[in-house]
């Protein structure tokens, strides 16, 4: 179990990531598929070719309602793992692919109508500060580690205290 020590965060960040890998690419294409749900767009990996496993992102945003004045920005990425299969020792046919699980995040903006775009800029670099493990300066020469402790506790369960 890890002591709890200070988690520094950036509100500077830009959307450009740096990385000691020069091998780095996307390594996977989520194209659009549409609308599922007024309001709600989904895009999907079909590199799978089995679609009951393709990983998705949906995401909407939803405008301030009578009762809450808040916008709600919600983001889910979902990557579905299935089920070993392997011929009946019958009849040798491979049963059809099933779902396992999922794993899943969902992330969740909460923006009051009131805010300025430079309040939701600087979130929205804090949050991705916090899922960093380290940032680069422009110069290249000090890498400022975040000390996220949400790194640690998705790799290993590791809880942050």
Known sequence: M?????????????????????????????????????????????????????????MSVRPPSKTSRVYRITSKISIPTLEATSPSTSTGIQPAPTRAYDCQAVLEFLLPERCTQAERVKLLWQVVSLLSTEIDASDGAPADTTASPLVQAIATYDRPF
């Open 2 to 58: 890890a002591a709890i020590a200070p988690v520094l965060l950036s509100g500077i960040l830009t959307g450009i990531v740096k990385t000691s890998s020069a091998t780095i690419a996307s390594d996977a294409t989520y194209s659009p598929v549409g609308y599922v749900a007024p309001g709600v767009a989904r895009w999907e990996d079909r590199s799978g070719g089995i679609s009951i496993g393709f990983p998705s992102i949906t």
